[in-house]
């Protein structure tokens, strides 16, 4: 996991298949908890955005706010639960946000990503979901972006311009 050697969290870009995005959304299920292999990255105070791919739409599904993340054998000791995943982001109590669905495609060619490979291929779909195995840290310019969709979505504005 990473040092909390940062004074501002950074944003992470995290892809989940379409069968996951589905569950969660149908559930409205609140993320308070996430699981995978590429929170090695994260620490706490960062934020990470789920998004879905899916008939060449990106797919804005989650947002979880890191207030820990743990190793496996920390979260099992922490929700007595067995877990699976490698790494844990947790929320802060009370803290966890519905999932649900947003669409952020028209975004897409303004994703910029902290990588020498920046952005999506705006013009290939089928790409995006290989572009997107990894978990990607946002440009600042980028999670505002995220920010934005999200609280546009939580007013019931639609297709505002981002």
């Not at 870009?13 to 569950?23: C, S």
């Not at 959304?25 to 994260?42: D, K, T």
């Not at 109590?93 to 975004?107: M, S, V």
Request: hydrophobic share 45%; aromatic share 8%.
């Amino acid at each position: 996991m990473a040092s909390a050697r940062r004074a501002k969290g950074r944003h992470f870009l995290l892809y989940w298949q379409q069968w996951a995005v589905d569950y969660v959304v149908e559930r409205q299920q609140p993320l308070g908890r996430i699981g995978s292999s590429h929170f090695r990255l994260a620490s706490p105070g960062d934020t990470i955005w789920i998004v879905g791919v899916a008939r060449g739409r990106v797919h804005l599904v989650g947002r979880l706010r890191a207030a820990e993340v743990l190793s496996r054998r920390a979260a099992v000791q922490r929700t007595g639960e067995e877990l699976s995943g490698r790494y844990y982001a947790f929320a802060a109590r009370g803290a966890a946000e519905r999932a649900r669905k947003i669409d952020i495609t028209q975004l897409v060619s303004r994703l910029r990503f902290e990588s020498e490979h920046d952005r999506l291929d705006p013009d290939n779909p089928l790409l995006w979901p290989m572009q997107l195995q990894t978990m990607r840290a946002l440009a600042p310019a980028s999670a505002r972006l995220l920010e934005q969709a999200w609280a546009s979505a939580e007013c019931g504005v639609r297709n505002a311009e981002w």
